[in-house]
């Protein structure tokens, strides 16, 4: 199982997992879950965990019926239930010496350059602080994620956005099925996914996607997503206890494996996805440190060209002027003007606050 091999792991679960359609909360099957959790953690993985739940412990805690509440009101029982989504697993994780942080985004967090950039620095920095970010999509604002109740794709850019090895779906189902189970006998796990095209082709989607909640096609989606990132992703039923250590013995799931390496998608992604909004300069010492792996300082930067904000797209050229790498760059043109040349302990006093040492980060950073 891949899982074994995987150092960084988001976990997706949704709403049905922690609350019964009776609005009971599922306690036994939580502290299962925070079990399996510190087992992975205790083998030095490192642990997102992406849930769904705000509005239904809010509607718990309100005493509403989840199906008759309208749009502009479930965004006030969202902001209600994450002080209980919040503390429900505060509660559970501590039993096992878990700490947790959150993490409030939507899909447009992940997909804006910068936004994406701030969120993927604090990803490591809880990391390094030995802490699991619990991400929550914000459902206070995001009108878009509480009337679709898509968390899937959330998940799989909160997995591309940590570099994820693996991403799991924990579902109300045991992964993806040639047809929907609830009406054909004969229909048949899909065990592994490694072609799209050629695995799926004889797929009837209609049906399957109103088989298990949230439906389908948008954890289809999150597979696309995972497999150009270089994540694998599994689908699987997380309705039993210890969700996570049945996957590993009985791995009765599905695995969309991904063709891709991290590293690969991450030069696709940094080299294809946008045009270059400027240009930084460096000097030979720079080039040396960058091709030997380090990040690029601005004491090695000679001059800059163009304009840009935080987090855009920017060439590095050596001082014939020829490109040979490109990434993204940690401040904006004028920031970089008034750094350039100067040593990464005089930035603060220059520019007046606290910020990066590095003005493009090694991890942001693809050799041409």
Request: aromatic letters at 6%.
């Amino acid at each position: 199982m891949h899982l074994n091999n995987s150092k960084i792991i988001v976990v997706k679960i949704g709403s049905s997992l922690l609350v019964d359609e009776n609005q009971k909360i599922r306690k036994n099957w939580l502290l299962s879950f925070a079990k399996d959790v510190q087992l992975l953690k205790k083998k030095n993985k490192k642990i997102v965990i992406v849930s769904s739940g705000a509005i239904a412990l809010g509607c718990k805690k309100m005493s509403f019926d989840k199906k008759n509440i309208k749009l502009d009101k479930s965004q006030a029982i969202a902001s209600i239930g994450q002080i209980e989504l919040m503390n429900l697993f505060s509660h559970t994780f501590s039993k096992y010496k878990l700490n947790i942080s959150q993490i409030l985004l939507t899909l447009e967090d992940t997909e804006e350059r910068r936004r994406s950039l701030n969120a993927k620095r604090t990803f490591e920095n809880l990391f390094n602080l030995d802490f699991i970010p619990i991400v929550n999509e914000n459902d206070t604002t995001a009108t878009s994620e509480i009337k679709y109740g898509d968390n899937d794709r959330l998940a799989s850019r909160v997995a591309q956005i940590t570099n994820a090895d693996t991403l799991i779906l924990l579902s109300d189902v045991d992964g993806l099925y040639t047809k929907n189970p609830k009406h054909y006998k004969n229909a048949k796990l899909i065990k592994k996914v490694e072609n799209f095209n050629k695995d799926l082709k004889n797929i009837n989607f209609k049906g399957i996607n109103e088989f298990g909640s949230g439906g389908m096609n948008t954890k289809i989606e999150a597979a696309k997503i995972c497999q150009l990132s270089g994540c694998n992703m599994i689908i699987a039923n997380g309705l039993y206890l210890n969700p996570i250590t049945k996957i590993k013995k009985q791995n009765n799931c599905t695995l969309f494996v991904s063709k891709i390496s991290k590293l690969d998608a991450r030069k696709k992604w940094i080299i294809g996805s946008v045009s270059p909004k400027g240009q930084l300069i460096i000097d030979e010492g720079a080039k040396k440190a960058l091709k030997n792996g380090k990040s690029l300082l601005a004491a090695g930067i000679k001059k800059i060209s163009g304009k840009f904000n935080k987090g855009d797209h920017v060439k590095i050229l050596d001082k014939s002027n020829k490109e040979f790498a490109r990434g993204l760059c940690s401040f904006s043109s004028d920031e970089v003007e008034k750094i350039l040349g100067h040593h990464s302990r005089e930035i603060e006093k220059i520019l007046g606050y606290t910020a990066k040492s590095e003005v493009v980060h090694k991890d942001d950073m693809v050799e041409i």
